[in-house]
């Protein structure tokens, strides 16, 4: 969008920023840095976004993947947990693109437990999620944001693999179901090890999601939500079972399964989150 464009970070700068900052990455806060700009470009061109989106990012770190979405984006708000990073990131962005730095603003705060974000709405999420939080930042910014229509974020190819599942798969469980309530969610690729510094111990992939309306349901996603987790709670117990506490009585929970035209020895694995709505209102 500019004639210059943002110049993108590689190992030598990310190294370079670190160490001037005195950042060492820690496990707790699931930091390993994007030091390949190949890697970047692929993220932006598969996140399919466009010249008026006002995208999301968490985590941005040391700024390698804010560098290569201000080039192509209206506004891109960067939300840091890490407060020495969340300072450094306008000095990077105009060091690296000066013709673009002011789309972006800084967010401090934790992006599990944000509870605004400031300036028009968000029309996209694109991030490297911190691997040990990522699915409740998704579903957290999924609930609080619903202007957002679409989405691409990195996480630990185990994860991709969940909160892509579709029913009766191996990986299908929690994530997949309560990702399927906000959108329709596939895998979009595979990221290796040796684009991170450091290197993470566990692959990594993408997942695209675009944004579908909810079931329609007299059921609160709240009420649902509770039902899924008490579902999945014993992943091998038949749902009459598995419900029963929920429902008072393994007697109360048959009932509400077959109103709601469920097997009552099926398992939580084998439900859509049409199916899920639809028993969350016959146990109520």
Known sequence: MTSAGPTLLGPADVRALAGRLGIRPTKQRG????IDANTVRRIVRTA???PDDVVVEVGPGLGSLTLALLGEVRRVVAIEVDPVLATALPDTLAAYAPDVADRCEVVAADAAHVESIPGPAPTALVANLPYNVSVPV???LLALL???ERGLVMVQSEVADRLAATPGSKAYGIPSVKAAWYADVRRAGAIGRNVFWPAPNVD?????WTRRDPPVTSASREQVFTVIDASFAHRRKALRGALRALAGSGEAAEAALTKAGIDPLARGESLTVEEFARLTEALA
Not at 204 to 208: D, F, K
């Open 31 to 34: 930091q390993n840095f994007v």
């Open 48 to 50: 399919d976004l466009r």
């Open 138 to 140: 998704l579903l957290h």
């Open 146 to 148: 619903p202007t957002l």
């Open 204 to 208: 990594s992939g993408l997942v695209a």
